[in-house]
T-cell receptor
């Protein structure tokens, strides 16, 4: 059975801290790994990763994939209160467009 | 990025009635759309895959007669919750991707359904 595990489930930090969110997966026929940010409504797309070792970066957020060890990390530097959200990791498999989601990491950034 | 809309954003209905939720891809065509359900403080649960011009594929445990899906065009899929009960109250989200081979999916803003 395809599985995506995120850790930690919950994290509380202070503004300015750097955080690393983890996502490990066990799927057959891996296609891609995606990170989403969910605040009060539906998730918004952050990154899609398909190749190992290539960092994707957007402002203070960055992510990298390790297809040998089957995990990805999402880094957020100089966190702000607006980064408070649930971060979801999802894996897509070859042959269909379905995504398998992890349970998410709830990040709280305190002022 | 690609834009997906949902309507309505919030609906309250009485037990026993049916509710239709629309999902539209605004700037791309989507042969496949996905319907998810999310309970409070939980991750997204895939309910079904909506295929344009053919029957939807339901995940195990999801009642196809209760959650009717129609994907009549390349930009519109609808989910109808039939004979709604309070336990159907949830946040329903659709997603779609341009299907260009990279399998990015974009989510609609979601519909909060409350059944009284």
């Amino acid at each position: 059975e395809d599985k995506v595990v995120q850790s930690p489930l919950s994290l509380v930090v202070h503004e300015g801290d750097t955080v690393t969110l983890n996502c490990s997966y066990e799927v057959t026929n891996f296609r891609s790994l995606l990170w989403y940010k969910q605040e009060k409504k539906a998730p918004t797309f952050l990154f899609m990763l398909t190749s190992s070792g290539i960092e994707k970066k957007s402002g203070r957020l960055s992510s990298i994939l390790d297809k040998k060890e089957l995990f990805s990390i999402l880094n957020i530097t100089a966190t702000q209160t607006g980064d408070s959200a649930i971060y979801l990791c999802a894996v897509g498999v070859i042959s269909n467009e379905k995504l398998v989601f992890g349970k998410g990491t709830k990040l709280t950034v305190n002022p | 990025g690609a834009v997906v809309s949902q309507h309505p954003s919030r609906v309250i209905c009485k037990s026993g009635t049916s509710v239709k939720i629309e999902c539209r891809s605004l700037d791309f065509q989507a042969t496949t759309m996905f319907w998810y359900r999310q309970f409070p403080k939980q991750s997204l649960m895939l309910m079904a895959t909506s295929n344009e011009g053919s029957k939807a594929t339901y995940e195990q445990g999801v009642e196809k007669d209760k959650f009717l899906i129609n994907h009549a065009s390349l930009t519109l899929s609808t989910l109808t919750v039939t004979s709604a009960h309070p336990e159907d109250s949830s946040f329903y989200i659709c997603s779609a991707g341009p299907g260009t081979g990279d399998y990015e999916q974009y989510f609609g803003p979601g519909t909060r359904l409350t059944v009284t």
